[in-house]
């Protein structure tokens, strides 16, 4: 099983936080099947064990430097939903990326096996 993200090397370099940098992997991995990510911030929080504040500067930066892009739109029920999109900046790498993983790793899409990432800033 292979329970871990992929974070591009552009991203790993930048001048973002480090947060930001594994909240980015994470976007990548949720998205990976729609092409967006859906998770909200308290979700984030939970996951990482964070501040609902840290989530939302980390999705502030990487916003900032181009990395996602979101947009928000109403479910049904009239609630505000919020679609975090990679930003074609690291496109074609996450894509290639995420191929070269399931090649070498076997990887299936449909896990039912939910692990917790737990970060420490």
Known sequence: MNNYILIPNDIKTSDIPPGAKILYGDILYLSNLSGYCFASNNYFSKEYNVHNNSITNW??????????ITKYSQDDKGRKVRKIFPSKKCGSEHKKMWKEHKKNYNYKAKT???TKTKVVI
Do not use: A, F, M, W
């Not at 999705?59 to 996602?68: E, F, P, Q, V």
């Open 112 to 114: 039912k096996t939910k």
């Open 59 to 68: 999705i502030k930066s990487l916003k900032d430097n181009k990395y996602i």
